[in-house]
């Protein structure tokens, strides 16, 4: 079966191929560049033939196309509200592209200025993307749901990390925050009942260790749904992947320098500066760096951090491009409290978070215990214009990370099994206190994908279509050790939790072996081939074809005690999807198939001969299948934005353990549903109002698994119900321009962390929060001041684990604009 869907994609690539070569072209194209009266390039100015409803904006290096035009006469326009529009007649004829350029009777700074001030209104929608389909192709075009937190949503929030953009996304809920450690440390999210992290920059490798700095975030695309087609299976979930998009050099001298502080002790330094390095302007430079601390409303608690972000742009020609840029983030932090559960709920005598006797602003701990961490992304992109129709981007990035330090962890102890009477059964009110260490623990991450882009068509079939091979390695070395150090009781008053220190864990460490070594050692080679094409029948039909080939090669593992030889495997995986606009580039009905998988490696098989040792096999493919459906709206003129869909995810060839024998034996036949709704709206239904809003129903259960959590929801599966709004109002014009207003919050349900038949059931409560921002802009400064957790409210995530969240913060910035 595998073999057919092969051939027949290979069949359907050369079809197109054979028919680019022979069909006849009965279209042309319109292409050329806008500058200004200094010579700059204009960017993001309305380009379109008056008699064609529709258009294009320019680039910002002020390139524009306009594809599939019918052989003819017409008066091509460039436009932007506050300008002299300007017009010139021109002639299409089929098969060829007129080169079309304009000089704009304004400057440079007058453009920008007019540009900001007339922008879309609707200034929080992003409707197209490169990275999501990796061909430029508008969200209303693209059969696949994704949502963006733009820059200018990020601006007015006053958000600084990557983590607390993503609260702005439908169906999207933290479970799990940063810990810093090298290789995993990354703060870990849900989508769609599956756990991700953010692991893509670009579009390809970008891996992190701790939380993310938006100091170079340009915005962040939370891209839904199984998509190991184009991005592999390593770096995404069932649930979907985290893109992170950063910022670029551009033509002129400029930047930001801004200033914030709060309570907590929270301080923070930020630069952003730009440079043109040559007078031609072909080498542009940009850095992007900021300072960051803040403590907690904890005790002996901290984070501090340094993030810096060169990127430099070399175009030789008006074909090609050299894109050269690093990430590199160094922190010192002491952990975050993370309680886990060893014991059962009924042991605990609790099924809630808000019913333990946990003091919630207590760390139950000293100082000392702290953590460096560090990792370092370099990124290398050759962009070359073929032809008129086709483009190459060849990419290569390399991710280091790094950690050595202490990582305390606690647990709940039950009175009984410190007391030993079981009169205490059925109450905690103890903790056991622990430490789980990194030492000199590396991980590496190296990625090179060559992507060839085509737009063109056949006949009166316009084809856009992506080709790319990548190679993807993985080295992990991490080491992993720890001890144990006391049980101590929860609410006795005026105790002193502080024996529990680094100076402590260092004696114990100097002084014996740990209770516990465990190591991570492996390295992963994978080949892939990619190609996908979307396809437009009519103006209003298309339909996306894509497959991937996989050639996944583990060259052998050894975690904590066990070493396990290298094995290889090949997957395939398809997707499909089509459009249908109903009302041209305003209502779009679609629907998608998605696959996404996972290599399992071997596991030890039910043994008849003897059902006690079991008997080393080798897993098929642990396989994701997405089909969804929805309705997508971009009508007002841009005013109204939003997206309404249903998905199903079936997971099959899970591992569970077989009931013929033993725990030594599993079987693969294991599957798992998630299913749900997701509502997303982005409005500006008057002049200064924006608004963001979002609403998530997921129903996730294992229909085939072991006894102990068959039919149950998993534990992983976050909150069922999510909601997120954010509602903006800024001042027309009137002598306080500039001035705005910003509120809202978000809504998580009640979440499962334990749901078994051995481990009974425990909750983390619902929660609302809410914040809201107040903000004056000018061109030259900006002041902005935000409030987080505006009621103060306790409240935990976590998945198996409870995490405490961050009482009422306030802070206040300064940026300097030039």
């Not at 978070?353 to 602003?361: F, M, R």
């Not at 052998?556 to 066990?562: Q, R």
Request: with cysteine; aromatic share 12%.
């Amino acid at each position: 079966m595998k073999k057919t869907i092969l051939l027949l994609y290979l069949l359907f690539f050369c079809i197109l191929s054979s028919n680019l070569v022979f069909a006849q072209q009965r279209t042309g194209s319109i292409h050329g560049r806008i500058l200004t009266s200094d010579g700059s390039p204009a960017g993001y100015v309305s380009v379109g033939l008056k008699e064609v409803p529709g258009g294009s904006i320019s680039e910002a290096n002020g390139n524009y196309r306009l594809n599939r035009i019918k052989a003819g006469s017409y008066t091509l326009r460039v436009s932007a509200v506050g300008l002299e529009a300007q017009e010139k007649p021109i002639t299409v004829s089929a098969g060829q592209s007129l080169t079309v350029n304009f000089t704009l009777q304004e400057s440079a700074a007058r453009l920008k200025e007019v540009i900001v001030e007339t922008s879309k209104p609707n200034r929080f929608a992003k409707t197209e993307s490169s990275f999501v389909a990796k061909i430029p192709l508008k969200s209303i075009e693209n059969p696949q749901v994704y949502s963006v937190i733009t820059k200018e949503l990020l601006n007015e929030q006053l958000v600084f990390t990557a983590d607390d953009a993503v609260r702005n996304t439908p169906g999207i809920q933290k479970m799990w925050e940063a810990t810093g450690r090298g290789g995993d440390g990354g703060s870990y999210f849900n989508s769609r009942g599956f756990i991700l992290q953010s692991q893509l920059r670009n579009g390809i490798a970008g891996i992190v260790t701790s939380t993310i700095d938006a100091a170079n975030l340009e915005r962040l695309e939370v891209i839904k749904g199984p998509s190991a087609t184009l991005f592999g299976s390593s770096l995404t979930s069932y649930g979907g992947l985290l893109n992170r998009v950063t910022k670029k050099p551009y033509e002129n001298f400029g930047g930001e320098i801004a200033v914030s502080g709060g309570n907590y002790d929270f301080n923070r330094v930020s630069a952003d500066i730009n440079t043109p390095l040559d007078a031609a302007k072909k080498i542009l430079f940009r850095v992007n760096s900021a300072y960051h601390y803040e403590g907690s409303f904890q005790n002996n608690t901290f984070n501090r951090s340094l993030a810096v972000a060169p990127s430099l742009v070399y175009q030789p020609t008006d074909r090609l491009s050299v894109h050269l840029d690093a990430e590199m983030f160094y922190g010192w932090n002491s952990g975050k409290q993370i309680l886990f559960f060893y014991y059962p709920a009924a042991a605990l005598g609790a099924t809630r978070a808000d019913q333990l006797q946990v003091d919630y602003t207590n760390s139950y701990r000293g100082g000392g215990l702290t953590q460096k961490t560090r990792s370092t992304n370099f990124f290398g992109q050759v962009n070359y214009k073929i032809s008129e129709h086709f483009t190459s981007s060849t990419n290569f990035t390399s991710s280091h990370s790094f950690s050595d330090g202490f990582g305390p962890y606690f647990y709940l102890v039950p009175d009984n099994v410190v007391t030993q009477n079981e009169a205490d059964t059925g109450k905690a009110n103890y903790i056991a206190r622990a430490d789980q260490s990194t030492g000199n623990s590396k991980s590496q991450v190296l990625e090179v994908q060559q992507n060839f882009n085509g737009d063109f068509e056949m006949g009166s079939l316009r084809n856009r279509i992506v080709v790319g091979l990548d190679f993807f390695h993985t080295n992990s070395d991490q080491n992993f050790f720890g001890s144990n150090l006391d049980i101590v009781p929860l609410n006795v008053p005026d105790y002193d939790y502080s024996s529990f220190n680094g100076t402590t864990m260092a004696a114990k460490y100097a002084a014996g072996p740990p209770d516990f070594t465990y190591p991570v050692i492996n390295k992963t080679n994978t080949y892939s081939a990619f190609a996908s094409d979307v396809l437009n029948l009519t103006d209003n039909f298309s339909v996306l074809a894509a497959l991937r080939v996989d050639h996944y090669v583990n060259k052998g593992d050894h975690t904590g005690g066990t070493i396990t030889e290298g094995y290889e495997q090949t997957a395939l995986s398809p997707k499909f999807g089509i459009v249908y606009q109903p009302v041209k580039d305003k209502v779009a009905l679609f629907a998608n198939y998605q696959n996404s998988f996972n290599n399992q490696g071997t596991f030890n098989a039910y043994n008849p001969t003897d059902p006690s040792k079991g008997l080393a096999a080798m897993a098929e493919l642990e396989q994701a299948n997405q089909i969804e459906g929805g309705v997508k709206l971009d009508l007002l003129a841009g005013k109204l934005s939003s997206t309404i869909n249903y998905y199903n995810i079936q997971v099959k060839n899970i591992l569970r353990t077989d009931q013929r024998a033993p725990a030594v034996a599993q079987i693969q036949d294991g599957t798992q549903l998630s299913k749900g709704v997701e509502i997303e709206v982005i409005a500006n239904p008057f002049v200064g109002f924006n608004a963001v809003a979002g609403f998530s129903f997921n129903d996730s259960k294992y229909e085939k698994a072991d006894a102990d959590v068959n039919g149950r929801r998993p534990t992983t599966a976050s909150s069922p119900y999510l909601a997120n709004l954010w509602l903006s109002y800024r001042l027309p014009e009137t002598i306080l321009k500039g001035l705005g207003l910003g509120f809202g919050g978000n809504y998580a349900s009640d979440n499962k962390i334990m749901n078994s038949v051995s481990m009974g059931e425990f909750t983390l409560p619902a929660y609302t929060i809410l914040g809201a921002t107040a903000f004056y802009e000018q061109p030259k400064y900006r002041l902005g001041l935000k409030v987080d957790n505006l009621t103060n409210e306790h409240y935990w995530i976590g998945y198996t684990t409870m995490n405490p969240q961050k009482l009422r913060t306030i802070v206040g910035s300064v940026a300097y604009k030039f």
